[in-house]
């Protein structure tokens, strides 16, 4: 155990002080630089690594040749760079393939690179000090891992933030997946919505928090370190005790900051022939949206537009999971997914089938265990749900959940694909290689008066697929109902939907 230097009460003191930090003294606002004024500069045909510069807040500096220079927007980093920022500081950066990397202030990190059987890169980030909050895309031929003086975290495809604190590892997670393993080869795996504590021990502590990943957990971890006098080593039990103080009150902001936030995106084409992507979405002015790591605040329109780009030979699936904050607390609002390709070539036919070659013992056994699979798809409640919205809520936030029957976790394996459709379309696609679990839950949103089909569809690689339906048909006359036209109810909620069915109002989307 570490000896506690720090009581209890001094930590909630912290935390306290923390949430009424909008009452000290305003600071000066640091000058911020965006990819809107890029500088070129030349960089290694052959670097391993090359992260482009989107923006910088305040002092970020670069280290090469034992010279520290400024950084700035447009600019590339590489292996072997050594980045520091200062107070009120900030670096963002994206990787070809999308994938966006933050380090505040205070953070000091090295990129490193090498080539694994001259094919597969391996990124490592060297944490020093500080913190690096991560969007990582789905790695092909990659693998991406944090490493700091306690712990290796290993990245896959996924959110939230890595740092050392005080002789402490901290990886927590807003979306993914991610192993934890020490020097003592001690291994954690943690999913969203989870946080990992590892002391200078090798030892570790999984915490479920609702604000996993997020800014403000990670500003919340540092208030209280800078709480311990003389900067020793952390306690861990009191310092598991204030982050689950800390997130009781922000689970209850974040609850109260979604009832009011409005997210009705634009979809995108299922594939691109073009390494960019235009984002639309209408939200609730005022609402900070992030993807990618670049933060914009919507205006007074209603209207999100953003523009992202990534390397011509980036293909593989694109993932722009979005985070919505009002500045206090913020939450994964939507993902769009899409599949970056190259262009068909004009005229270009199907490859014709080898129905001569004979099939190797290896694929005949696979698809011997496919065709054996009893596999079924089962969702939560009934076939057709009918759901009176009560005002003053404009739309049903719910769960679609559903689970893989009739087959075992170790089955997974035999999966090509599983999506949710929404009224025929693409709505939410799953990557077969991360299925872990046989029960899902996908959020979804239906407007007042609106029918909304929605099916699951797994497919196996034989070929053969399992579906399963549901129809959600959500409703409220207004006019029957105080808030609406009417000072009182008028009539039931079945009459009221019979009514909406034969005038026309209740109708798909």
């Not at 807040?57 to 010279?67: F, I, P, Q």
């Not at 990659?142 to 990245?155: C, D, L, M, P, R």
């Not at 390494?275 to 900070?288: D, Y």
């Not at 970056?340 to 080898?354: K, N, Q, R, T, V």
Request: net charge negative; aromatic share 6%; hydrophobic share 35%.
């Amino acid at each position: 155990m570490f000896k506690v230097r720090f009581t209890v009460v001094l930590v909630f003191a912290t935390l306290a002080l923390t949430a009424c930090k909008d009452e000290e003294a305003p600071k000066p606002t640091p000058k911020e630089e965006t990819a809107s004024a890029p500088v070129e500069e030349a960089v290694p045909e052959n670097a391993l690594l090359k992260a482009k510069v989107r923006s910088v807040v305040g002092t970020v500096e670069r280290e090469k040749a034992d010279s520290w220079t400024q950084l700035r927007v447009g600019k590339t980093v590489v292996e072997n760079d050594h980045v520091r920022t200062a107070l009120e500081s900030e670096l963002i950066v994206n990787m070809t393939d999308g994938s966006a990397l933050r380090v505040p202030e205070s953070s000091n990190v090295t990129f490193q690179a090498e080539l694994q059987d001259n094919v597969k890169k391996l990124i490592f980030l060297d944490i020093h000090s500080g913190k690096v909050h991560f969007d990582i895309q789905k790695q092909q031929q990659s693998e991406i891992y944090f490493k700091t003086g306690t712990a290796t975290v290993a990245i896959r495809g996924t959110a939230g933030f890595v740092g050392e604190v005080q002789g402490k590892t901290v990886a927590s997670l807003k979306e993914g997946k991610v192993e934890v393993s020490t020097p003592k080869g001690k291994s954690t795996t943690i999913v969203k919505n989870q946080t990992v504590l590892v002391d200078d021990q090798g030892d570790s502590k999984v915490l479920k928090l609702e604000s996993s990943g997020t800014e403000a957990l990670a500003a919340a971890i540092d208030s209280i370190a800078k709480a311990e006098d003389g900067g020793a080593a952390l306690n861990t039990e009191i310092l598991e005790k204030s982050m689950n103080t800390f997130d009781k009150s922000y689970g209850e902001r974040q609850r109260n900051f979604e009832k009011n936030l409005q997210f009705k995106a634009v979809s995108i084409s299922d594939s691109l022939y073009v390494p960019s992507v235009m984002l639309q979405a209408r939200v609730t002015p005022g609402t900070i949206v992030t993807v990618w790591g670049e933060r914009d605040t919507v205006p007074e329109s209603g209207i999100y537009q953003k523009t992202l780009t990534w390397g011509d030979s980036a293909f593989g699936t694109k993932r722009f999971l979005v985070g919505c904050s009002d500045g206090d607390v913020e939450l994964p609002c939507y993902m769009w997914v899409t599949e970056y390709a190259p262009m068909p070539a004009l005229g270009e036919a199907e490859p014709a089938a080898d129905t001569t070659a004979a099939k190797s013992a290896e694929t005949k056994s696979a698809e011997d265990a496919a065709a054996n699979l009893k596999l079924s798809v089962k969702i939560g409640g009934g076939r057709n749900e009918r759901v009176h919205l009560d005002l003053p809520a404009t739309e049903l936030n719910t769960n679609l959940k559903f689970n893989l029957a009739g087959i075992t976790a170790g089955d997974l394996g035999q999966l090509k694909s599983l999506v949710v459709l929404r009224n025929g379309k693409p709505f939410k696609t799953f990557d077969v290689n991360d299925l872990t679990s046989l029960a899902y839950e996908v959020p979804v949103s239906i407007e007042r008066n609106k029918i909304a089909d929605f099916e699951v569809v797994a497919t196996l690689k034989n070929g053969k697929n399992f579906r399963a339906k549901k129809t959600y048909e959500v409703y409220c006359m207004v006019a029957n109902h105080p808030g609406g036209k009417a000072r009182n109810s008028i009539v039931p909620p079945d009459q009221e939907y019979e009514r909406l069915k034969q005038s026309g109002e209740l109708k798909h989307e």
